[in-house]
């Protein structure tokens, strides 16, 4: 699929998410309809100032207008996630498929710790506490989560997790970058 075809592709599918008519997100971009319908059949050559009124009025950037359109649905069976051992802790990986996301379920023991890897740098990560009681340590600071909390920090930094509780704990971390 080229970049045309993909483009034509996100920009029905996003349209048509949204409920929308040609005519209507055509007026919402600035654009004449004609030159909508020819976006979406392939037949337009549009210039970055279209490109950029079409993805504004879709509320999407450029970047997503023109990737692999996504799948409009995907399941992992529980049994065919991916699983790894660090020490106490069971990590499982989920959110295959997610360009620049790594998402990851970690299981730890009772006093279970692990030392987090550097992500790429300028990476985020956010870490998700679901069970029991997380300490996070990096950056010089000790940050203690419970059921629900959230906090995000510098992925690119070291850092590690440990179960400060007297129960086993689940926390699910997002690195996006």
């Not at 349209?15 to 020819?38: D, F, M, V, Y």
């Not at 029991?132 to 850092?159: A, N, S, W, Y």
Request: include cysteine.
């Amino acid at each position: 699929m080229d970049a045309s075809q993909r483009l034509s592709a996100n920009l029905k599918a996003l349209r048509e998410e949204r409920g929308l008519a040609q005519a209507t997100i055509a007026r919402k971009a600035q654009i004449p309809k004609a030159t909508w319908s020819g976006l979406e059949s392939g037949a337009a050559n549009p210039t970055l100032a279209v490109l950029l009124k079409a993805a504004a009025a879709l509320e999407v950037s450029v970047e997503e207008l023109l990737q692999a359109p996504r799948a409009d649905l995907w399941i992992q069976r529980a049994a065919d996630v991916s699983r790894r051992k660090t020490g106490p802790v069971e990590v499982r990986e989920l959110g295959v498929g997610l360009q620049g996301v790594h998402l990851e379920r970690m299981e730890l023991a009772v006093g279970a710790a692990m030392e987090g890897v550097p992500h790429a740098r300028g990476s985020r990560e956010v870490l998700c506490c679901e069970r029991g009681r997380i300490e996070l340590v990096t950056m010089g600071r000790r940050v203690e989560l419970g059921p629900g909390d959230v906090v995000q920090f510098p992925g690119d930094r070291k850092h590690g997790y440990r179960n400060v509780g007297d129960a086993r704990a689940v926390a699910y971390s997002a690195v996006v970058g």
